[in-house]
């Protein structure tokens, strides 16, 4: 098949397949590589090792190093969510609250923490790259022959945002997420290296953030950086999904209630306020999966029941006594800011004191006791 029509071809598949943007480059370095380099020696990646190992910068540099034959790489972009579907937690338990009786048993419901839009849904590793091997059988068809290829997303050490820029999907904006100018920025990125020549896209050169700074003041832990990167030390994102020590005591009054993530920088950008409003594929619907959880009841699962409940969940992958000592300091968070839920949230967190099996998820109740201005906090300690 002629090379035009070829790329066509694999184009309304894309679409078919339910990918939102696909797009076509090479894979030479990468454009921004230097600054990657320059974040990791300044070590704003803190305790993600394998971000910056020294395999993990050759790779980066390189991506023939993940599949040496390969000729084109193709990056495709999936929506997770419709700006309008935000949690909104906080102003509901304030609104429930104030009707409710004083005993625990009424209140527990609505202590909730919120979860980034991206894992709402099915675990997107999962999805995605079921999806990527249909697209590839496809490509194959259309082809005629059989490829070398390997798939990705956010599972291998490719700068996924800036070749998705070369692709001309969009630029990198202040908050360091992809930008697309007509659907924002709420989706997951992919890529496949094929075996395969195809006429790469014209760069997306444009910036479109413009003098627009809004990311950048709303962000709760002042870390986003001039260059357009995050330190990754104060991003809530990090310190609730990656990090596996103490979360550091500064910064826990800016988490609020983000038990998994942080969506802030991106709900605020204007270009998530225009986006089309795209359907986002089943897998990823809010109704499949979780936008907020019961604080009280991760402080009181098991793991194995974590492990159980989020089997199919990017929830997973903050563990059962990361999620447990987030929720710890999102329940700090909620007497702090609500006062007349401070006596219920201490007596709760020091029923769990005295049985949570895990030490560091202890320690977090501790300076929760320490921190929540009531009799029943004070008695406790
Ligand atoms: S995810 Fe949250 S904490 Fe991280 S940069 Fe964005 S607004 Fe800041
Ligand atoms: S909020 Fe403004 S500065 Fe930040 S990424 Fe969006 S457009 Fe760019």
Redesign the pocket.
């Given at each position: 098949m002629e090379s035009a029509s070829l790329v066509q071809g694999i184009k309304a598949k894309a679409e078919e397949l339910g990918f939102d943007r696909i797009g076509i480059t090479t894979p030479d370095e990468p454009t921004h590589y230097d600054i990657y380099q320059s974040w990791i020696k300044s070590a704003f990646h803190g305790e993600m090792e394998y971000l910056s190992n020294s395999r993990s910068q050759i790779c980066r540099r390189n991506p023939r190093e993940l599949l040496p034959e390969c000729q084109s790489i193709i990056v495709l972009a999936t929506r997770y969510a419709n700006p309008n579907h935000f949690s909104r937690s906080l102003p509901s338990i304030q609104s429930q609250t104030n009707q409710l009786t004083t005993d625990s048993s009424s209140i527990e419901p609505f202590l909730s923490g919120k979860i980034a839009a991206y894992a709402w849904g099915k675990d997107y590793h999962h999805v995605l790259k079921k999806r990527m091997k249909m697209f590839i059988r496809a490509i194959e068809e259309l082809c005629g022959r059989s490829l070398k290829y390997r798939v990705f997303t956010d599972s291998a050490p490719i700068l996924e945002r800036d070749l998705a820029q070369r692709a001309g999907l969009g630029w990198i904006g202040k908050?360091s997420c992809l930008i697309d100018p007509e659907i924002g920025s709420f989706f997951f990125l992919s890529e496949i290296l094929l075996d395969l020549a195809l006429p790469p896209d014209s760069p997306f050169t444009a910036d479109h953030c413009g003098k627009c700074n809004r990311?950048v003041t709303?962000?709760?832990?002042e870390?986003?950086l001039p260059n357009r990167t995050?330190d990754a030390r104060r991003?809530?994102?990090y310190l609730t999904i990656e990090s596996r020590t103490a979360l550091p005591e500064p910064l826990r009054p800016a988490l609020d209630t983000w038990i998994f993530g942080?969506d802030?920088?991106q709900t605020v950008c204007p270009w998530n306020h225009h986006a089309i409003n795209l359907p986002v594929i089943p897998e990823f619907q809010r109704d499949g999966g979780s936008s907020e959880l019961n604080l009280v009841e991760i402080l009181q699962m098991s793991e194995a029941h974590f492990n159980e409940r989020f089997a199919e969940s990017p929830i997973r992958r903050t563990k059962w006594q990361g999620l447990a000592r987030n929720a710890a300091v999102a329940l700090t968070n909620l007497a702090k800011n609500n006062p007349q839920l401070s006596g219920i949230i201490a007596e709760i967190l020091t029923k769990v004191l005295k049985t949570h099996p895990d030490a560091l998820v202890r320690q977090h109740i501790v300076w929760s006791l320490q921190h929540i201005n009531s009799q029943s906090a004070k008695e406790a300690l």
């Open positions: 908050n990311c709303a962000c709760p832990t870390c986003i995050i991003c809530i994102a942080c802030i920088c």
